[in-house]
Nanobody, 121 residues
Framework: QVHVAESGGGLVQAGGSLRLSCAASGRPSTIYNMGWFRQAPGKEREFVAAINWSGSNTNYADSVKGRFTISRDNAKNTVYLQMNSLKPEDTAVYYC??????????????WGQGTQVTVSS
């Protein structure tokens, strides 16, 4: 069983920054491809960003390119999402996913419980 846990959400004013963290654990000696998704009230869950196990490949939604940066620390099996220039429309519950690369991009794999990000105008 793979356990995924997000942290770092909160309330921030528009134009501010937050950093989310996601730790995955479960299978010994396994480094996971990981990604971030978000779901705003009344909307479907959408892809935000993903990073492969080595950090050599990243993928971003157009809506966050240039503002969000995904990175990882494999010693801690932790992935980070640095969110800058936040907008009210970034308000959502942010979820972390871990698994095979195509699974992560497709929004499947192992999921965390989510962390709330609220951007006030």
């Amino acid at each position: 069983q793979v356990h995924v846990a997000e942290s770092g959400g909160g309330l921030v004013q528009a134009g501010g920054s937050l950093r989310l963290s996601c730790a995955a654990s479960g299978r010994p000696s396994t480094i996971y491809n990981m990604g971030w998704f978000r779901q705003a009230p009344g909307k479907e869950r959408e892809f935000v960003a993903a990073i492969n196990w080595s950090g050599s490949n990243t993928n971003y939604a157009d809506s966050v390119k240039g503002r969000f940066t995904i990175s990882r620390d494999n010693a801690k099996n932790t992935v980070y999402l640095q969110m800058n220039s936040l907008k009210p429309e970034d308000t959502a519950v942010y979820y972390c996913a871990a698994g095979a690369w195509q699974s992560v991009l497709a929004g499947s794999g192992y999921w965390g419980q989510g962390t709330q990000v609220t951007v006030s105008s």
